[in-house]
């Protein structure tokens, strides 16, 4: 487990927190994803393959390399939700965070869109109907753990996680926070 990423997913952890009655779970729920991210980022082939090629297989004879994979691969459903939930809210009530908080969650709401609608409904997200894969296709690239979207396009689990932890670092109250309902201490330490 790579320490120095998780210990940046806990600092991050805390950025939304708006409501106090519903929004408490939240850096827990960021903190175990982060565990997740910690758990998988840096592995490359030689973590899943033997130097003649051969398939690492763990203490109960499962591919390394397919552990890693399903814990990517539900790591993804678990950051999109949760992006999908500040998409939602910031939908529901602007006054949550700034314009460039907002534009970074869609964004990064657009990618995660990318790999997770042909992990979870085996077809192409709809903006990429005439391009991508019904199902992306896991693998391990140069850039680790990833998926190839299309013939032209992999997304890596890391990079996926470098577009979740900017758009944490985006994320700021609006100087209206108060009107939004948060106490004056939670709007400072956002």
């Known amino acids: 487990m790579d320490k120095d990423r998780y210990e940046e997913w806990v600092k ?9 009655n519903r929004d408490l779970g ?3 729920h960021v903190q175990l994803l982060g565990i997740v991210d910690a758990e998988i980022w840096g592995l490359r082939r030689e973590n899943f393959f033997s130097e003649s090629g051969t398939p690492i297989k763990d203490e109960h004879g499962i591919l390394v390399l397919e552990r890693a994979q399903i814990s ?21 009530n602007p006054l949550l965070a700034t314009d460039d908080a907002i534009a ?10 990318r790999v997770r609608i042909p992990l979870a409904k085996l077809e192409p997200a709809d903006r990429h109907q005439e391009t991508d894969y019904a199902v ?10 990833g998926w190839k979207i299309n013939d ?11 577009a979740f932890l900017a758009m944490l670092s985006a994320i700021r109250p609006r100087a209206t926070a108060h009107s939004a309902g948060l106490p004056s201490d939670e709007r400072d330490s956002c």
Request: net charge positive; no cysteine.
């Open 12 to 20: 991050r952890s805390f950025r939304w927190v708006r409501d106090l």
């Open 26 to 28: 939240l850096p827990h």
């Open 72 to 92: 990517a691969h539900l790591w993804v459903f678990g950051i999109y939700e949760y992006v999908r939930m500040l998409a939602q809210r910031i939908s529901e």
């Open 104 to 113: 970074k969650i869609k964004e990064t709401k657009l990618l995660f869109t």
């Open 136 to 145: 992306a296709l896991p693998g391990v690239g140069p850039n680790g753990l």
């Open 152 to 162: 032209s396009l992999i997304i890596y689990q890391e990079e996926l996680s470098d």
